[in-house]
């Protein structure tokens, strides 16, 4: 979700305690051997500030300026929703006295010597002002104390430039999530002393995939998670201020929204002030203005600063955000530096520890370190200090996993990769060319039974949140259920890789009004695969080790409620036995299938409790009853002209 703390770049977690705390405890299992603490008071000069806006609202800014003043200094920033405070003792804590652990992006930038700068945004904490969530660029009307966040960045770094001596008079901003968010927004239209942004997990339409809505299913786990912690609350805020987590009364989420089945339940275990901003996520559940307005993608022009966009592989969070921001600076700013990091990271997994493994799936390498130190720094220091790396950065660095090497390309999608679609056959067979005609004889299709009482779930073990490694999470658990479809390819003898969106394109019919289509793109591993994983390192696993043979590695995997498959705006039911085309992307991926291992998929009607339950009945789902909640039976067809499958991108090679 949208919640990195401050300098700390990382993601609260949302399985157990309060976020502060369990961002704490998260920066020790990040890294097995974490850098010695160091006390920054001895190079850095810290200041408060509120910096006031072109509309008079006051923006609440610490500055933290290096004690050697023989030279000049960029400027390093970051705006967030999260506080400009300090985590102490589990509290936010104010004042000049007040110093985190770390104040850049990486220890790099603090050895190096910078200027940096981290801002409440309005109505956040101790910045005046009215929040708004995912602020609209170009609102026509305001209510007093809105703003722009464009504007508000300019008149931020003019008053820094005035104010703050000894810089050189570039800035650069970074942002992990929501403050990945703001790094976007805040570069529109830019101010010509804005020479590099780096916008990391950054929010883009929250309904388009990202936090909120993926393939137009409310993602139930995270967002009840989140905004039971992340409220509105008086601003400024009184001290200290600090973050409080929900308690389940259970270690099972799966079994606490079962039982309450329908969203008028869920919402109703919530309080008042935790539902505020939950709900209009919930209320608006097709793509409707309320979520149009906060699209930034449309608006992210004239941005004149190089950008490097980065995101993590298993982002559970914003997975397509920095695609869509990419993409569209890409294609609305051209001359400009505009680069992407893709890692094999959870979300803000790139900003501490080593990024070497996730749950039970090894890289090979410490890619997080990797990018923060050929990266990161590289890029911020090219093109605010004028260091130009000796390598270069290329437009579009990609981690390939599977294969766990680093990979660079001119463009995303790589312009060599060509489209294969793998079908699915008879028995369970998943191949790359259609069912021949004869395939046509008998029953053509494959068809399973969906309970909405009885869903799928998304994990093998009992949990609440979304736990980290969910998305390289084992799915033998799931291979084995009746209301679950597989498909699996023939050992493989070369190496296949694909790189770029997964698209199903198939044929369904249901029984029902409405259905959900979740596909899932899985690596099998070799029976007799030799390496035994550690556990415990880099994600949530529940066992001391772990053999890897025959492990089903989800590596992608969403969903799509059917009665939005022609649109996200207007939905319409499906007629019952009726069959009907349903193409939708369930991501993008970087992944080498090794020679050995085999190509899975798996297609099922829930996803429980990642994705809120879909009745099956063509209804208002924030409303639905429990009555509403049929069992339905779902037909995936594969005959000639009715060939359902999954259409990659294959590199050449394969």
Known sequence: MRRPLPFLALSIALVLGSPLALANKLVGQASDAPAAKRDLRATYTKYEYRIPMRDGVKLFTTVYVPKDSSRTYPFLMQRTPYSAGVEAQGELRYGVDWFPEAIGPSREFEDAGYIFVEQDVRGRYMSEGKWQEMTPHGKAKRLAGEGEESQDMYDSVEWLLKNIPNHNGKV???????????????????????????????????????????????????????????????????????????????????DFFLKRLTLPNIVASMSEQQRALFMPNVEHDTYDEFWQSRAIAPHLKKVRAAVLTVGGWFDAEDPQGPFTTYSAIEKQNPGIFNGLVMGPWVHGGWARGEGARLGHVSFDSKTSEYFRKEL???FFEQHLRGVKPA????????????????????????????????????????????????????????????????????????ATGVPKEYMVSDQRFAATRPDVLVYQSEVLEEDVTIA?????????????????????????????????????????????????GGYQQLVRGNPLRGKFR???????????????????????VNHTFRRGHRIMVQVQSSWFPLVDLNPQTFTHIPKARPEDFRKATQRVYRAPGTASGVQVLVLPGN
């Not at 929010?203 to 509105?232: C, K, P, Q, R, V």
């Not at 060599?416 to 021949?436: H, I, M, S, V």
């Not at 022609?566 to 993008?588: C, D, H, L, M, R």
């Open 172 to 254: 650069g901003i970074h942002g992990i999530s929501y403050p990945g968010f703001y790094t976007s927004a805040s570069i529109i239209d830019s101010h010509p002393a804005i020479k590099a942004a780096s916008p990391q997990a950054p929010i883009a339409d929250l309904y388009m995939g990202d936090d909120s809505y993926h393939g137009g299913a409310f993602m139930l786990a995270a967002n009840f998670g989140f905004y039971a912690a992340f409220t509105e609350a008086p601003n400024p805020t009184p001290l200290p201020k600090t973050w409080a987590g929900f308690d389940y009364g259970t270690t099972d989420g799966y």
């Open 376 to 378: 990161q720094f590289p």
């Open 500 to 548: 770029g969106p997964v698209t199903p394109a198939l044929f369904v019919s249901t029984s029902g009004t409405d259905a959900d289509w979740v596909v899932k793109l899985i690596d099998v591993y070799p029976a007799a695969y030799p390496e035994m994983q550690e556990a415990g390192k880099g994600g949530d696993v529940r066992a001391p080790a772990f053999a890897m």
């Open 566 to 588: 022609n649109s996200f705006e207007k939905p319409v039911p499906f007629t019952p036995g009726k069959v009907e085309a349903v193409n939708f992307e369930i991501g993008q």
């Open 391 to 462: 390598a270069g950065i290329a437009e579009v660095t990609a981690f390939e996993t599977g294969s766990n090497v680093w990979r660079r390309y001119a463009a995303w999608p790589p312009v060599q990769a060509k489209p294969r679609t793998l079908y699915f056959g008879a028995d369970g067979k998943l191949e790359w060319k259609q069912p021949a005609a004869a395939a046509a004889a008998g029953a053509a299709y494959d068809e399973y039974v969906a309970d909405p009482k009885k869903p799928v779930p998304f994990i093998g073990y009992p």
